[in-house]
């Protein structure tokens, strides 16, 4: 997913997960057990991806692929 602004990592993620997956037919009644703020985390350390904290309280997400 590109970069942009968004509310939160957490938003982010979502938005990423949502775009690329369908986990509700993937995972069933066990999709809203998903941790996003986890997949954020592991996003930004694998240095796939950083989050910029705003001035407005939203974050910028840098893709770096």
């Known amino acids: 997913h590109d970069g942009g602004e968004f509310s939160s990592a957490v938003d982010w993620a ?5 775009s690329c997956y369908d986990l509700d ?3 069933g009644n066990l999709a809203g057990y998903f941790d996003y703020e986890a997949f954020a985390r592991d996003a ?3 240095g796939d991806i950083s989050f ?5 309280g939203n974050v910028w997400v840098v893709n770096h692929h």
């Open 44 to 46: 930004e350390l694998g």
């Open 14 to 18: 979502r938005e990423n997960i949502s």
């Open 52 to 56: 910029v904290q705003l001035s407005n």
């Open 25 to 27: 037919k993937m995972l």
